[in-house]
Each structure stands twice: as structure tokens, then as C-alpha cells.
């Protein structure tokens, strides 16, 4: 073994803290927060524009997310031409899914040929209005002090 180091040398290359993680239950998925951006086409229906949001919505529930609220932007122009187009159609998803199924509804997003763009964003659990544990609205706790003296 010229040259290589066993794993268990190395813990901080490895990400290893020292701590376990706590085990989930098997079959339980973590949900964590999404916002979903979709560009449709500016010359798109009603109709069309609601399947698109339905079919995603229904994407999201059947891989065990919780699809949230939807905000429609309308119509905006572009900083440029995209695919021979000056404007499309915004609308922004918001959910809380497993990871898995995001990657559903970003492969029905792809091959919708009335979307013109989308992003995925997973966003961070202090943005998305969770406080993880040991901090209070999004700032580390700080434990008071009593009288000095």
C-alpha cells in the first residue's frame, strides 16, 4: 500500500464528526422544503397553463410530497431571447417533498414541450420558516448571563 491511507485514518477527509446520525425508520422519507420556478410560454391557454400546474402538483403527491402554495406572476418579458421568444409565462411552486420527488417533477417539467424553462431550489430550513433545534427565529440562542460582578 504505497501511498494510500486506510479510511479510518482519516475521519475529517471523510466528513466523520464522531457523532452518529440518528436512524430514520425504514420507509420514512425526509421532506424538505422546495421552490419550483416554471417559464411557460407566453401564448399558452388558460387551460394549458392549469394542466401544467395540475400535473405538477400531482407529480409532487404521488411521490409522497405536499405540494404548497402556487403563485401565478403572468406574463413577463425577458432580459433576452430565449427559443425565439421576448415573453413567457411565470409561475412559482412552492412544496415540501423527499428528494425523489423532486426529481419526478423535474423530469415532467423537462419533457413538457410547453415549458420553456425551470428550476428546482431546495430551499434552507431557516428560510423556508423552520428553526432547526437550538436556535431561536433563525439566530443561534445565546444563553443568558446572570449579574456580573
Known amino acids: 500500500m504505497t501511498g494510500l491511507v486506510p479510511k479510518s485514518t ?12 440518528p436512524e430514520r425508520p425504514k420507509g420514512v422519507r425526509p421532506m424538505r422544503p422546495y421552490e419550483v420556478m416554471v417559464i411557460l410560454g407566453a401564448g399558452l391557454e388558460e387551460e394549458v397553463i392549469r394542466g401544467v400546474i395540475d400535473r405538477s402538483t400531482e407529480t ?8 404548497g402554495r402556487v403563485e401565478r406572476w403572468g406574463k413577463r418579458r425577458f432580459a433576452y431571447e430565449l427559443h425565439h421568444r ?21 423530469r415532467v417539467l423537462h419533457l413538457s414541450d410547453d415549458v420553456i424553462r425551470h428550476k428546482v431550489i431546495r430551499l434552507p430550513d431557516t428560510a423556508a420558516g423552520r428553526v432547526a433545534p437550538g436556535t431561536t427565529a433563525g439566530r443561534p440562542a445565546v444563553a443568558e448571563a446572570g449579574p456580573s460582578a
Open 10 to 21: 482519516l475521519p475529517h477527509l471523510w466528513g466523520r464528526t464522531g457523532q452518529i446520525a
Open 60 to 67: 409532487i403527491k404521488a411521490n409522497g410530497g405536499n405540494p
Open 86 to 106: 421576448w415573453e413567457g409565462y411565470y409561475v412559482l411552486l412552492e412544496a415540501t417533498a423527499p428528494p425523489e420527488a423532486m426529481a419526478a417533477l423535474d
